[in-house]
Nanobody
Framework: QVQLVESGGGLVQPGGSLRLSCAAS????????MGWYRQAPGKERELVGL???????NFADALKGRFTISRDNTKNTVYLQMSSLKPEDTAVYYC??????????????????WGQGTQVTISS
């Protein structure tokens, strides 16, 4: 089993920046891809980005240029750097991890492990 713990969420003004972190523990050998989804109230969970140990990514086109995903394999940690934040970015951000066989598809149904989520609120 794998446990994922997010940190770094909070309240930020429009135009601001925020960095989320997610640390994995447990059966780390089971994990290849790690990444982030987000879900706003009343909306479906949507892909932010996924990244493998080797650095291959699947990233939401609409967020490219403002959001960046990275990971530190030695720390079993994935990061999401968010810049130029907009009110529309307000959501619960969920860390996720996948076994190698689960691939990098966008559907959240393919993810094997989930964190509890961290609230990101963009408001003036």
């Amino acid at each position: 089993q794998v446990q994922l713990v997010e940190s770094g969420g909070g309240l930020v003004q429009p135009g601001g920046s925020l960095r989320l972190s997610c640390a994995a523990s447990g059966s780390i050998f089971s994990i290849n891809a790690m990444g982030w989804y987000r879900q706003a109230p009343g909306k479906e969970r949507e892909l932010v980005g996924l990244i493998t140990r080797a650095g291959t990514t699947n990233f939401a086109d609409a967020l490219k240029g403002r959001f960046t995903i990275s990971r530190d394999n030695t720390k079993n940690t994935v990061y999401l750097q968010m810049s130029s934040l907009k009110p529309e970015d307000t959501a619960v951000y969920y860390c996720t991890a996948r076994r190698p066989s689960s691939g990098l598809g966008s559907t959240p149904l393919a993810s094997d492990y989930w964190g509890q989520g961290t609230q990101v609120t963009i408001s003036s």
